[in-house]
């Protein structure tokens, strides 16, 4: 059983940055992709970032230039540092894991910018 749970989410004014994490427990094996994705009240839920267990890197459009994804093999952690953070940001992040073929979620943390 995989298990993912986020932190980090939390009220910053438009311009602030936030640190988003994800802390894996269970059989996570060598070779997978992770990837951190948000849903915006009333909306569907989108890809922010996602990495290669090679450190190959995708990112929204959105997120290009102000949002890094990273992530920690050996500790098997995942991270999103967001900078120059919008209103438009603002949603539930979740950390997702893709191992052959399954996916795993955690439950999400939310991220809330003020303008």
């Known amino acids: 059983q995989v298990q993912l749970v986020e932190s980090g989410g939390d009220l910053v004014q438009a311009g602030g940055s936030l640190r988003l994490s994800c802390a894996t427990s269970g059989n996570i094996f060598s070779i997978n992709v992770m990837a951190w994705y948000r849903q915006a009240p009333g909306k569907q839920r989108e890809l922010v970032a996602s990495i290669t267990n090679g450190w190959n890197t995708n990112y929204a459009d959105s997120a290009k230039g102000r949002f890094t994804i990273s992530r920690d093999n050996a500790k098997k952690t995942l991270n999103l540092q967001m900078n120059s953070l919008k209103p438009e940001d603002t949603a539930v992040y979740y950390c997702?894991?893709?191992?052959?073929?399954?996916?795993?979620w955690g439950k999400g943390t939310l991220v809330t910018v003020s303008s």
């Open positions: 997702n894991l893709v191992q052959e073929g399954v996916h795993y």
